[in-house]
């Protein structure tokens, strides 16, 4: 497994210029494989209100750290290894040491936006295979303030984990932070470019990068240690995914910063290689030409394809927003189509498709039977919603806004179909003359 990171700083890319903030329990502000990038403009301690984001000295508090090493931990020293972005100035958020509510997690999204570049997020709703959650008003305000404000109107960069919910069978779309336009939802690769246990198969995860496997067999990332003694044989452990592609979209800033936060979800998409990871099932070719994969998005990130694109890179046009609105029956087995126009004649038209939501309004008993596949009018298959055995609540979908990047760069124009489908006995629910099954297409551009 091979990032292709070492080419990038070989041309001179090391993340010099561009601040990232890693929104978690805090981080080691004078660990000294940090000290010296450590930024305090891109810090700020949520749960105690103040500026100091240093984590309560427990085992409970070292996770911030860790992947604050990983983005941006010092080269040339005596400590542990090297960050992806070693010369990008780093701060930490101190925020899930307490109370995690609407409020904290706006604050956290939404922290000096013209100062902080990337903002990377390892966390959630329970990954148990049974909570469907998502960003509240604060918090979603916050991301649309940040992609259409921050960084002087170019956009924040939101770098998401995917998910650990594997054993439960958990689905990344039922997680709302990860099933957003707004972020760059990260999967994990084991060393061996395979699926790890713990990891969520979804269809708005975008691309992948290294992670660990199973203790003793796999390899593991090394990074920084949280150690109040300092003690050189205690600064190093191993963390994962998110801050790994924080610190490659660094390095694609330093080459051009005036890469908006649509143009770093080109680079990406464009720069992923599938072939990496092509031993594990699941591939498909959309009608672009793009492989991707519920697992694994388009492919293994590559740092040096980044930094080659964004050096040349021409800033993508606005986005368009096409919504085509659906209402359907109600049955064990559903397949409504639509015709779509993509807008045309409008001022929001569409030929290019980047992310497809279905936003989705229904009553399954359990919830955890439905399956929901999205068949683009090119002929791509994406599975939105795959069943899930442990939510075995009788409760709702209220408009959920499913999310599906797996048809980037298709036109859209033409028949599309959704299957809804009941894994279990019975029908979905409708409750007098309500269709409680209701289809919004969002086709982004």
């Known amino acids: 497994m ?23 329990d805090g981080i080691q502000t004078n660990h000294p494989d940090l000290i010296d ?29 860790r992947c604050a090493g990983e983005v941006a931990a010092a080269a040339y020293n005596k400590y542990c290894g090297v960050g992806v972005a070693y ?7 101190r925020m899930l040491d307490g109370s995690v509510n609407d409020a904290v997690e706006a604050s956290a999204l939404s922290l000096n936006p013209d100062h902080i570049d990337i903002y990377s997020a390892s966390w ?38 995917s998910g650990n919910g594997g054993r439960h069978v958990d689905s990344c779309n039922c997680d709302g932070y990860t099933n957003s336009i707004y972020t ?17 198969e979804c269809s708005s995860t975008i691309a992948t990068t290294y992670s660990s496997g199973l203790l003793g067999r796999d390899k593991s990332v090394a990074s920084v240690d949280m150690d109040p003694l300092m003690r050189p044989d205690r600064l190093c452990t191993t963390e994962h995914t998110a801050p790994l592609a924080a610190g490659m ?16 979800q080109h680079i990406v998409v464009m720069s992923a290689k599938s072939k990496p990871l092509e031993k594990e099932t699941g591939w498909t070719t959309n009608g672009a030409k793009r492989k991707v994969s519920h697992k694994f998005g388009f492919g293994l990130m590559d740092g040096e394809v980044m930094v080659t694109l964004a050096e040349k890179w021409t800033t993508v046009p606005r986005q368009h927003v096409c919504r085509t609105p659906e ?8 397949i409504v189509t639509m015709n779509v126009t993509g807008c045309a004649s409008e001022a929001s038209e569409v030929r290019y498709v980047e992310q497809v939501q279905c936003v989705v309004s229904l009553t399954m008993v359990p919830r955890g039977n439905l399956r929901l596949v999205l068949t683009s009018a090119q002929g791509t298959q994406s599975t939105l919603l795959y069943e899930r055995p442990r939510d075995t609540l009788s409760s709702n979908f209220e408009d959920w806004p499913f999310l599906s990047v797996h048809f980037w760069g298709e036109d859209p124009v ?28 969002v086709y982004y551009r």
Do not use: C
């Open 124 to 161: 959630g709703p329970e990954d148990d295979g049974k909570t469907v959650d998502g960003p509240g008003p604060l918090a979603t305000k916050a991301f649309i303030n940040g992609v259409t404000k921050g960084r002087g109107g170019k956009g924040s960069i939101y770098v998401w984990a």
């Open 87 to 93: 010369n990008a100035s780093i701060g930490g958020v």
């Open 327 to 334: 209402v359907i029956e109600n049955s064990s087995r559903l």
């Open 414 to 441: 033409g028949v599309w179909s959704l299957t809804v489908i009941n894994g279990g006995n019975g029908n979905v629910r409708k409750s007098g003359t309500y269709m409680l099954i209701t289809i919004s297409h």
């Open 184 to 200: 760059l939802s990260i999967s994990s690769a084991t060393q061996a470019g395979m699926k790890p246990w713990y990891l969520e």
């Open 249 to 264: 979209v660094a390095l694609a800033l330093e080459a051009n910063p005036n890469l908006t936060w649509r143009d770093v």
């Open 37 to 65: 990038n450590y930024d305090s403009k891109a810090s700020w301690d949520i749960n105690d209100n103040d500026d100091d984001p240093m984590p309560r000295d427990n085992e409970d508090n070292k996770h911030g750290t």
């Open 2 to 24: 091979d990032m292709n990171v070492g080419p990038a700083w070989a041309r001179g890319y090391t993340g010099k210029g561009v601040v990232v903030s890693i929104l978690d």
